[in-house]
């Protein structure tokens, strides 16, 4: 709800919410055996979800700090999660990927499988309460979805971007676009074109989320890029960490800098926006 925020520390195998306005910390969670990589709210902000560097899964009351739930499948380090609040189910499911090169749909509430889904070159695999789709040959670094929940957009280590129909499969787009792993997709605020990061590359590309081919439609190069997030369906910003941590204003009609920002002194690795 924009009030509460998640975070984990590098090689560290608990996290911590805390209270944006005041910066307390809230509670704290302790239960993964390996350092915690992922984290997301489910859509009404009553659970957290949690992954980690072997690949196992957890789900957490976020207001108690109680463990729900233990999902495994994964076979090396979850490195996103998202939730798909989904027209075409009762309850949230929940997306991760990893670098095992799979993408997992889980139904936490039913504990049942769910439709198979087709993600370029895929194989999917079905085991207790998970669908699982290999995007072979490549590890899977980040994903999101659309505010539809009908769309599924993955970014790969080898530099591969794809969309995916949601629930039931089918490739609605796919890109190389980058040499080096993908970092970041993002779905704008309208769905209609989805934001991608290469750190490796210094580059933020906003693609035509509509176009099978996922034409280029704007590029921003940054130095030192650590992230970038969508401000408003026409403006996004980016984070850089040298020579200093600085946040940047872009136009999306223009292409040009609108203004930037020096956060402080020390490092910073991600950025997001939300309403208040």
């Not at 970092?183 to 099978?212: H, M, R, W, Y």
């Not at 910073?268 to 309403?275: D, P, V």
């Amino acid at each position: 709800d924009g009030t509460i925020l998640a975070a984990c520390e590098p090689l560290c195998s608990g996290f911590a919410t805390w209270d944006v306005y005041s910066g307390q910390r809230i509670l704290e969670f302790w239960g993964h055996k390996l350092p915690v990589t992922a984290l997301h709210f489910s859509p009404d902000s009553q659970q957290v979800a949690s992954g980690d560097e072997g690949g196992c899964l957890q789900l957490w009351n976020a207001h108690t700090g109680e463990s729900l739930m233990i999902l495994t499948g994964h076979l090396k380090v979850v490195t996103s999660l998202a939730w798909v609040q989904a027209p075409f189910s009762s309850s949230s499911l929940l997306a991760s990927a990893s670098l095992d090169a799979t993408v997992r749909l889980w139904d936490p509430e039913l504990g049942g499988s769910i439709p198979s889904l087709d993600v370029a070159e895929a194989t999917s695999t079905s085991q207790a309460a998970v669908e699982s789709w290999q995007l072979s040959p490549a590890a899977t670094t980040c994903l999101d979805v659309d505010t539809t929940a009908t769309r599924l957009a993955i970014g790969t280590k080898g530099g591969k971007v794809a969309i995916v129909k949601l629930p039931h499969g089918g490739t609605l787009g796919l890109l190389a676009s980058y040499q080096s792993p993908v970092n970041q997709v993002v779905f704008s605020p309208c769905d209609d074109l989805l934001g991608t990061c290469c750190i490796d590359e210094n580059c933020i590309t906003l693609l035509d989320a509509k176009d099978k081919h996922l034409t280029p439609f704007r590029r921003f190069t940054v130095v030192s890029l650590q992230s970038f997030t969508w401000l408003s369906s026409i403006s996004i910003g980016s984070l850089q960490s040298f020579p200093s941590s600085t946040a940047r204003l872009w136009s999306i009609e223009t292409g040009k800098e609108e203004g930037k920002r020096e956060v402080h002194d020390t490092e910073l690795a991600a950025l997001r926006a939300y309403s208040s």
